[in-house]
């Protein structure tokens, strides 16, 4: 079963020292992540510790949910819990 993360919890990790990024209620742990992201450090860690939902789809395709991001996913927000 995946682990489920609090929006507290989430909400904490927002430096380059840990940084995670919630997409459709998944949590992302993209500090390993945040040099090699194409689209820049700087946006990336400017949506962390949050929901990135709407800014994820502005500018990236399924692909890059399925196949990039899927290696830095960590679990999902808990349900009900507020980010
Ligand atoms: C799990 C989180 C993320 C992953 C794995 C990821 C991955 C990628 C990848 C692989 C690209 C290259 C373009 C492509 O293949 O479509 C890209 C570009 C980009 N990403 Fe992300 N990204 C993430 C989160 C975000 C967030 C939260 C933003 C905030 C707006 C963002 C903004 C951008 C921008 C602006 C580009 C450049 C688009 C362009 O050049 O047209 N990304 N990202």
């Known amino acids: 079963m995946s682990k489920t993360f609090e929006a507290d919890e989430?909400?904490?990790?927002?430096s380059e020292e840990s940084a995670w990024v919630v997409v459709d209620g998944g949590v992302y742990d993209v500090t390993e992540f945040l040099e090699d992201h194409p689209g820049g450090k700087k946006i990336l860690l400017k949506?962390?510790?949050k929901d990135a939902s709407e800014a994820f789809w502005t500018y990236h395709s399924e692909k890059v949910l399925q196949k990039t991001a899927a290696e830095?996913?960590?679990?999902?927000?808990?349900?009900?819990?507020?980010?």
């Open 10 to 14: 989430v909400k904490q990790h927002k």
């Open 72 to 83: 830095y996913k960590i679990g999902e927000v808990k349900p009900g819990s507020k980010l």
């Open 47 to 49: 949506n962390c510790g």
